[in-house]
Nanobody
Framework: QVQLVESGGGLVQPGGSLRLSCAASGSIFSITAMGWYRQAPGKERELVATITSGGRTKYADSLKGRFTISRDNGKNTMSLQMNSLKPEDTAVYYC???????????????WGQGTQVTVSS
């Protein structure tokens, strides 16, 4: 059984910073792409950033320069450093990963349960 667990969400004032973390655990052979997505109330889930196992990154255009995605392949973890936060960044942030497991012997798309980020004064 594979699990993705996010942590690091919370309440922050506009202009502040937060660092989200995601840890993958369970029977994992390898992880290819990982990413962060977010969903604000009344809106569809949207891409925040993705990162390949080789470290290649992709960001939503509106977030470039404020958010930084990183990962530690050895620990099966991923982080999202969020700076200069704005009220419109308020959302539930989800961790996503494409994981190859010995049991399934194929890539499966996994999601975490989400962590709430609220930007408000």
């Amino acid at each position: 059984q594979v699990q993705l667990v996010e942590s690091g969400g919370g309440l922050v004032q506009p202009g502040g910073s937060l660092r989200l973390s995601c840890a993958a655990s369970g029977s994992i052979f390898s992880i290819t792409a990982m990413g962060w997505y977010r969903q604000a109330p009344g809106k569809e889930r949207e891409l925040v950033a993705t990162i390949t196992s080789g470290g290649r990154t992709k960001y939503a255009d509106s977030l470039k320069g404020r958010f930084t995605i990183s990962r530690d392949n050895g620990k099966n973890t991923m982080s999202l450093q969020m700076n200069s936060l704005k009220p419109e960044d308020t959302a539930v942030y989800y961790c996503n990963a494409d994981i190859y497991t010995p049991v399934e012997q194929r890539l499966i798309d996994y999601w975490g349960q989400g962590t709430q980020v609220t930007v408000s004064s």
